[in-house]
């Protein structure tokens, strides 16, 4: 009895530390998603529904939109403040200065990039993807990462096709502008997670484009540049990867605040 008491008593405790850990969650999480520009260019975060069954979604512990979320936001903003002429808000360690963007209000136009990061593991309603295709069609830029696998990818289409039913998937070619715009990429390699990569995944830059040959969705498929940039100060991430991914990165935003 009295360890089926304590064993009882130890369940509520974790349950109250987790709905208090939610709420408190909710609260940064709403009062950053009301935050207005403050700069010319800010890291912004798509916040999204995990998809069922995925792996965040059957875990109960955080969702997939906030992986690596504050470090990589922290990291690369430092990047494209030394390495670009763009006036940027800089992100402290506990995302202040980042904006996290819900497509149920209409802040996300108020920002010309978007990254949105396990797009394997999103799910987005008809409501949100009408939100998301205006915004694109208005000029906006989505740049998804951190999905692997054919698995992922379905998930991802699945919602993606709710977006651009009527546009079609191409692979980026290397001699594409937005490898060119301000670092010259030449060599394209597999930017691994801070545990490898997955046996098997070849890695695919590839893009939606406008009617007027606009890239409005970048997609990296089978990498993982959001454990780059969180990991740019790691010595156990191999620095070529980080490097790689800090060029990719500030092509993306360069093309992104150009076109």
Same mark, same amino acid.
């Given at each position: 009895?009295?360890?089926?008491?304590?064993?009882?008593?130890?369940?509520?405790?974790?349950?109250?530390?987790?709905?208090?850990?939610?709420?408190?969650?909710?609260?940064?999480?709403?009062?950053?998603?009301?935050?207005?520009?403050?700069?010319?260019?800010?890291f912004?975060?798509?916040?999204?529904?995990?998809?069922?069954?995925?792996?965040?979604?059957?875990?109960?512990?955080?969702?997939?939109?906030?992986?690596?979320?504050?470090?990589?936001?922290? !990291?690369?903003?430092?990047?494209?403040?030394?390495?670009?002429?763009?006036?940027?808000?800089?992100?402290?360690?506990?995302?202040?200065?980042?904006?996290?963007?819900?497509?149920?209000?209409?802040?996300?136009?108020?920002y010309?990039?978007?990254?949105?990061?396990?797009?394997?593991?999103?799910?987005?309603?008809?409501?949100?993807?009408?939100k998301?295709?205006?915004?694109?069609?208005?000029?906006?830029?989505?740049l998804?990462?951190?999905?692997?696998?054919?698995?992922?990818?379905?998930?991802?289409?699945?919602?993606?096709?709710?977006?651009?039913?009527?546009?079609?998937?191409i692979?980026?070619?290397?001699? !594409?502008?937005?490898?060119?715009?301000?670092?010259?990429?030449?060599?394209?390699?597999?930017?691994?997670?801070?545990?490898?990569?997955?046996?098997?995944?070849?890695?695919?830059?590839?893009?939606?484009?406008?009617?007027?040959?606009?890239?409005?969705?970048?997609?990296?498929?089978?990498?993982?540049?959001?454990?780059?940039?969180?990991?740019?100060?790691?010595?156990?991430?191999?620095?070529?990867?980080?490097?790689?991914?800090?060029?990719?990165?500030?092509?993306?935003?360069?093309?992104?605040?150009?076109?």
């Amino acid at each position: 009895m009295f360890c089926n008491g304590f064993y009882r008593r130890a369940g509520n405790i974790g349950i109250a530390v987790l709905l208090s850990f939610n709420l408190a969650n909710a609260q940064v999480l709403s009062s950053r998603m009301e935050q207005q520009p403050t700069a010319e260019f800010h890291f912004s975060r798509l916040v999204y529904d995990d998809a069922v069954g995925s792996r965040r979604a059957m875990s109960g512990w955080g969702n997939a939109w906030s992986t690596d979320y504050t470090e990589a936001e922290y !990291h690369l903003m430092q990047g494209i403040n030394r390495l670009t002429g763009i006036d940027v808000e800089l992100v402290e360690y506990n995302g202040d200065g980042g904006r996290l963007i819900s497509l149920k209000n209409d802040a996300i136009f108020d920002y010309p990039w978007l990254y949105a990061v396990e797009v394997g593991q999103w799910h987005l309603d008809q409501s949100e993807a009408t939100k998301l295709r205006a915004y694109l069609d208005r000029g906006g830029f989505l740049l998804v990462d951190d999905f692997w696998g054919e698995d992922e990818w379905a998930v991802f289409i699945e919602s993606m096709r709710r977006v651009f039913p009527d546009r079609s998937i191409i692979d980026l070619p290397i001699d !594409h502008e937005i490898m060119h715009i301000h670092f010259d990429i030449v060599e394209r390699f597999q930017i691994p997670g801070m545990n490898g990569s997955r046996p098997g995944t070849t890695p695919r830059w590839r893009a939606i484009f406008d009617d007027d040959g606009r890239v409005v969705v970048a997609i990296n498929f089978n990498m993982d540049m959001g454990d780059a940039w969180e990991h740019a100060d790691d010595p156990y991430y191999p620095a070529a990867m980080t490097g790689l991914a800090y060029r990719f990165a500030v092509n993306y935003v360069i093309y992104s605040m150009t076109h």
